[in-house]
């Protein structure tokens, strides 16, 4: 059984920093790629950051150079570094696993319940 699970939110001031984790269980965490998705309330969720297997990176263009996302296969887990957070910042943060087939489909994929941030101004 998969297991996603988020710690490390809380409520910053702007300007703060938090650094977010998502412990896997059940996957086979070393082969898989991992992202960090965000919704703040009454919008979609939205795209945060990417790490793949080999550890390449992606981030949305609203993150980029104060968020860095990072993976330790020893502990199976992803963390999300997020620095000189903004008000805009705030949502809840859910870490998310894709499963694909060989040929790149998405097959299904796996959420954890969400952590909280709230950046105060």
């Known amino acids: 059984q998969v297991q996603l699970v988020e710690s490390g939110g809380g409520l910053v001031q702007a300007g703060g920093s938090l650094r977010l984790s998502c412990a896997a269980s059940g996957i086979a965490f070393t082969s898989k790629g991992m992202n960090w998705y965000r919704q703040a309330p009454g919008k979609q969720r939205e795209f945060v950051a990417a790490?793949?297997?080999?550890?390449?990176?992606n981030y949305a263009d609203s993150v980029k150079g104060r968020f860095t996302i990072s993976k330790d296969n020893a502990k199976n887990t992803v963390y999300l570094q997020m620095n000189s957070l903004k008000s805009e910042d705030t949502a809840v943060y859910y870490c998310?696993?894709?499963?694909?087939?060989?040929?790149?489909?998405?097959?299904?994929?796996?959420w954890g319940q969400g952590t909280q941030v709230t950046v105060s101004s």
């Open positions: 790490i793949t297997s080999g550890g390449n990176t």
């Open positions: 998310n696993v894709p499963i694909r087939s060989l040929l790149g489909t998405l097959m299904r994929e796996y």
